[in-house]
């Protein structure tokens, strides 16, 4: 089974409207990593939350950690073509390996 | 340019032929890792090094090979490929685990095994 749930798997916006993508762990998380891919291209970084009801922005991407440390938003405000691509989120667990979510695959429309 | 540097980006290769991943980081990290990633599975670690000379299997390791001889260096050696391996591949760095600036990902490698 997966540790972190992603959702919803796909998602299609028109062009300037908000969006949230969701990302949900069993486990308390020790850290959580936001990415972004092109499609078949490499994983850029887009911020980490390690702290419990922290909240971190870059551009018009917020991301925040829930106070239990289990869940993650990704909240994109005024979505422009730019934005579309596919968001992962990564999580660690302990001090061991990081694990991905199945990613969210996000389509920007006119 | 501080980047993760894979080779090569595409490869078609038939069963059984060896065959190695090259990994490279210019950004003195101490950890590195890859991943494959697979339609529906999204990305799975397939072996990881804490440091030089240290490396341990990550959650699919099966069928993959790694060594850390050197600190920038992390190849992946696949030494009898069967189409099952057939994936995206993905080097990744960072200075730790949990790297307050995130990992940095190579380009990938797009291996076909026919």
């Known amino acids: 089974s997966q540790e972190l749930e992603q959702s919803p798997q796909s998602l299609i916006v028109q062009e300037g409207k908000n969006l949230t993508i969701n990302c949900t762990s069993s486990?308390?998380?020790?850290?959580l990593y936001w990415y972004k891919q092109k499609y078949g291209e490499g994983l850029i970084f887009l911020m980490m939350l390690q702290k419990g009801g922290e909240e971190k922005s870059h551009e018009k991407i917020t991301a925040k950690l829930d106070e239990k440390k289990q869940q993650s938003s990704l909240h994109i405000t005024a979505s422009q073509p730019s934005h579309a691509g596919i968001y992962l989120c990564g999580a660690a667990f302990g001090n061991e390996k990081l694990t991905f979510g199945t990613g969210t695959r996000l389509t920007i429309i006119p | 340019e501080a980047q993760v540097t894979q080779n090569p980006r595409y490869l078609i290769t038939v069963t059984g032929k060896k065959l190695t991943v090259t990994c490279s980081q210019n950004m003195n990290h101490e950890y590195m890792s890859w991943y494959r990633q697979d339609p529906g599975l999204g990305l799975r670690q397939i072996y990881y090094s804490m440091n030089v000379e240290v490396t341990d299997k990550g959650d699919v390791p099966e069928g993959y090979k790694v060594s850390r001889k050197e600190k920038r260096n992390f190849p992946l050696i696949l030494e009898s490929p069967s189409p099952n391996q057939t994936s995206l591949y993905f080097c990744a760095s960072s200075f730790s685990l949990m790297g307050n600036y995130g990992y940095t990902f190579g380009s990938g490698t797009r291996l076909t095994v026919v």
């Open positions: 486990k308390t998380l020790y850290g």
